[in-house]
Each structure stands twice: as structure tokens, then as C-alpha cells.
């Protein structure tokens, strides 16, 4: 099976590579505004855009895309545009959960297989702005989608997880797999 991520995210590329994978990266090139105020939704549809696009220029392959989204249940997060947002950003997650929502598609030969999984994080209530301001200026989270890495620096803002630990990191690896054995894929075979 010829499997090309349509992404340029370092995290998904190495979770796949670490899980037997041989796979291709292509970036998807694509427009990634969307007005949908599902997250679960918006999620999906921007997975299936980001998958499209490559198929439409790589037909012969099976794409495998993602996109994540965070919530608070009222309000849809992306990543922050700037150091005050993010700092304002983690101030307002003190003390509560959010849900890292990841939409995933797998388009094949006559096979388009989307998905969703979410993952609900809590945020310790006894963080202070010192700690957060140093977080912020330690750039790690400004490029994610929340503005935290938790299998980084971030992982003292949290207190608990209930869910995939690898839907944190950027893909449901469990059930991606689950999608690509029912498709043939077994490991071993690509190498």
C-alpha cells in the first residue's frame, strides 16, 4: 500500500514512521479557513479537503490526513496569532477542560474512510501568570493548535486526560490503523 500523509506536521510524520509505516509527505496547499461551528465537523472537513488535495495530484496512492481542532464546548480554538493571545489563551483555560477534537480521512481506491476522536484535557487550576508568561516565551506552543504541546514543556499545565494519547500528538493512531488493516496494510510488507 502506497500511503502518503498529506501534512507537514513533524508529529504525525514520526508517530507513523515510529509505528511500522513507510509513507510519503506531501503538504496539502490548502485554504484551511472553514465556517463550521462543530468542532467535530470542522474537523472532518478540513481532514477531507487536506486529503483530496493531494489525491487530485497523486490518484495511484491512498492519502491519510488530519486536521485538530480545541474546544471549550462554546468556543472553537486554533492556534494563537500572537504572544498576547496566547498568553491570554492559557490564563483562560486555568482551572477547566477543553477537548482536542482530530477529524481524519483515508481516501483510496474507491474507499473514502473520515473519522473523529476526541480527547478531553484539565487544565491545574493553580498555575501562575509568571509560569504562563514563561511558557509563552519559551515559543513552544505558539504553532499549535490550543497553543500547547503536552508532550513537551506544557505537560505541567495539565492535571489529568481522558482519552488517546495519540490524538493529543496529532492523529488516533489506534483507530487510523484499525482503517488501514481493513484495507490490506500489514506490517512488514512495505519495507
Known sequence: MRLILASTSPSRRQMLQNAGLAIEFEAPGVDEAIEEPDPARRAVALAERKAEAVRARRPDAWVLAADQVVTDGSEVWGKPSDPAEHLARLRSMRGKWHDL?????????????CGVEQTRLWVR????D??????????EGRDCAGGYAIEGRAAFLFS???????NILGLPLLRVMDLLREQGWRFGEDR
Open 130 to 139: 509568571e509560569e504562563l508568561q514563561a511558557y509563552v516565551d519559551s515559543g
Open 160 to 166: 489529568r486526560i481522558d482519552g488517546d494519547w495519540f
Open 125 to 128: 487550576a493553580d498555575l501562575d
Open 101 to 113: 477534537v482530530t477529524g481524519f480521512a483515508l481516501l483510496g481506491p474507491e474507499v473514502r474512510r
